[in-house]
């Protein structure tokens, strides 16, 4: 049946936040995400200890463009001669000039921090991506895949069904789940990261991975996990909070936004967490500070997105 291998790309040097997967049939690979330049050592690594050439990985393939996806794949790509870049169309178009990219991400977490998250990274040659259309099927060595466009988290989104292991690829379309603050059961919150967060579209997203009937999502933060249903009755009741307060927004002063969208997000974060007698700590709270940051940052533009509308 082959292997399906999670990597802990150890993204920000913290382990289990971020993974990639290596698929292998027959000595040949794909690999699903590939975090940042720094994580490329570690999927070549694993690559070798299942007995893959970098000159037989005949696929990599990204969810979406945001830099903890897809920030090295250029350096996959050229580590790996033959393979190709599959990819939604929107971020086939950054891949191959990533200065917007760049400059975006420099801005938000300025030049130091930026190189020691990302690293370099490099323009990919057209000739080395095939752009994928929704719904579209790839049969590789057995495998069949199904590319679904995945909107809700981000607009360049996709996810990935493997008919055969029935598992889906969800990138960030099924929510966060690290396995340190699980205590040893699994809990699940969405993510709504600037600049695309969409409530509705987040929800038929759910419903469109559900409708795969797939057993197993291989999450991107982080690894995979079954009972699909139940978690996406919590997803969809975190980005239900989420959404209301967004609703609240129109009352607080613009200079207060953010403040009063991370004590939501962490309120519903713990909300989640207490529906699975979870206890989040210190220490938990300090790992999820960069999350409950973003997150709330995406749902005030979000509000603001909609504001300049009226």
Known sequence: MGTVQTIDTEYANIHQVA??????????????ETNTTYAIPKILSAMKSFGIEPENLDFVIVTHVHLDHAGGAWALLEACPNAILL?????????????????????????????SLYGEIKPIPKEKIRIMEDGEWLEWKGHSFQFLYTKGHANHH?????????????????????????NGKRFIFPT????????AEAIRSLDRILETGASLAYLTHFGPIGDLKKNAEDLKEGLTLCQEAIFQLSGIAKGERLSFMESKVEAMIQTLATKHSIHLTDSDWKLLRLDVNLNAQGLVYAFEKTELKR
């Open 19 to 32: 993974s990639a997967y290596l698929l292998e049939e027959e000595g040949r690979g794909v690999v699903v």
């Open 87 to 115: 990819a939604h169309p929107k971020t086939a178009k950054h891949l191959m000039d990533p200065s917007l990219l760049i400059k975006s991400a420099t801005s938000v977490y300025g030049k130091e921090n930026f190189d």
């Open 158 to 182: 996709f996810c990935i069904y493997d008919q055969k292991t029935n598992g889906i690829y969800t990138g960030d379309s099924f929510g966060i789940s690290y396995p340190q603050l699980e």
């Open 192 to 199: 709504t990261t600037p600049t695309d967060f969409d409530f």
